[in-house]
Antibody
Framework: EVQLVESGGGLVQPGGSLRLSCSASGFTFYSYAMHWVRQTPEKRLEYVSA????????YYADSVRGRFTISRDNSKSTLFLQMTSLRPEDTALYYC?????????????WGQGTLVTVSS | EIVLTQFPGTLSLSPGERATLSCRASQSVSSSFLAWYQQKPGRPPRLLIY???SRAAGIPDRFSGSGSGTDFTLTISRLEPEDFAVYYC?????????FGQGTKVEIK
């Protein structure tokens, strides 16, 4: 069974940083593209970032490019999202998602999410 | 960036009825990279349809997707009680990946 467990969320002041982690199990982690998707308090889904199987190719939404960095450790089946220069509008539930395939694809399996709150 | 507009915002129907949900893209979606998700309160989204018309594993055949270019449709042939939820469409191209704002299917 695919399991994705996010951690690292919390309350942070504007301008601060957080590092999210996602521990994956139940599948061959290095064979799948991985994604981060967030859901705002208004329930809007926003695609944040994606990373290829080997970590060499990444994608970022315009709203986070230059502030967020996605990475993965295939030896530990773990996905990361380093978030810097956080803004109130980054407040959301952040989901770790396994892609349907190794390539550009739909978001197949979702974790339960970790909550990030940016507020002073 | 491709903007996805879903309509209607809310669909009020009874169990057993047919539901038709629409998703319109601001420009043509390449290779039908369009997915549909279902979300229930307190749960993460669940993938229903990918590549516009392919059902994900374990999804009942009452769910079907169609469309191409800029207009896509999710059809639920006969609503079951567990189908009342919010549905999102998503485009997943190489240069742009966006979600629609969602359609809520509620019990009439």
């Amino acid at each position: 069974e695919v399991q994705l467990v996010e951690s690292g969320g919390g309350l942070v002041q504007p301008g601060g940083s957080l590092r999210l982690s996602c521990s994956a199990s139940g599948f061959t982690f290095y064979s799948y593209a991985m994604h981060w998707v967030r859901q705002t308090p208004e329930k809007r889904l926003e695609y944040v970032s994606a990373i290829s199987t080997d970590g060499l190719s990444t994608y970022y939404a315009d709203s986070v490019r230059g502030r967020f960095t996605i990475s993965r450790d295939n030896s530990k089946s773990t996905l990361f999202l380093q978030m810097t220069s956080l803004r109130p509008e980054d407040t959301a539930l952040y989901y770790c998602v396994k892609g349907l395939t190794y390539a550009v694809s739909a978001c197949h399996n979702w974790g339960q999410g970790t909550l990030v709150t940016v507020s002073s | 960036e491709i903007v996805l507009t879903q309509f209607p915002g809310t669909l009020s129907l009874s169990p057993g009825e047919r539901a038709t949900l629409s998703c319109r893209a601001s420009q043509s979606v390449s290779s039908s990279f369009l997915a549909w998700y279902q979300q229930k309160p307190g749960r993460p989204p669940r993938l229903l349809i990918y590549d516009a018309s392919s059902r994900a594993a374990g999804i009942p055949d009452r769910f079907s997707g169609s469309g191409s270019g800029t207009d896509f449709t999710l059809t639920i042939s006969r609503l079951e009680p567990e189908d009342f939820a919010v549905y999102y469409c998503q485009h997943y191209g190489t240069s742009t990946r966006t979600f629609g704002q969602g359609t809520k299917v509620e019990i009439k």
